[in-house]
């Protein structure tokens, strides 16, 4: 017996954001999967992901304003008479 591709749509997985995870839409089959708890997931990974990218984005406000902070201290350092 031959084996034969299963004829279904290409997922795409190109996931970047929560968004992206939070909208995929898995194929359903006749032996295939519990919809709602995939969905819920889903939902939960698309919530770390974006519990991850907010947790990103202040880290590097706060590497931001250190660095700004010092490079502020290293000019007064450098230029002890102007005040």
């Given at each position: 017996?031959?084996?034969?591709?299963?004829?279904?749509?290409?997922?795409?997985?190109?996931?970047?954001?929560?968004?992206?995870?939070?909208?995929?839409?898995?194929?359903?089959?006749?032996?295939?999967?519990?919809?709602q708890?995939?969905?819920?997931?889903?939902?939960?990974?698309?919530?770390?992901?974006?519990?991850?990218d907010?947790?990103?984005?202040?880290?590097?406000?706060?590497?931001?304003?250190?660095?700004?902070?010092?490079?502020?201290?290293?000019?007064?350092?450098?230029?002890?008479?102007?005040?």
């Amino acid at each position: 017996m031959a084996a034969f591709r299963r004829d279904v749509p290409p997922v795409d997985l190109d996931l970047r954001t929560p968004t992206d995870v939070a909208m995929v839409r898995l194929p359903i089959a006749l032996l295939g999967y519990q919809e709602q708890a995939t969905g819920e997931v889903l939902a939960e990974v698309a919530r770390m992901l974006a519990d991850r990218d907010a947790e990103i984005a202040e880290l590097r406000a706060e590497v931001s304003r250190l660095a700004q902070a010092g490079s502020g201290d290293s000019e007064a350092a450098a230029a002890p008479g102007r005040t």
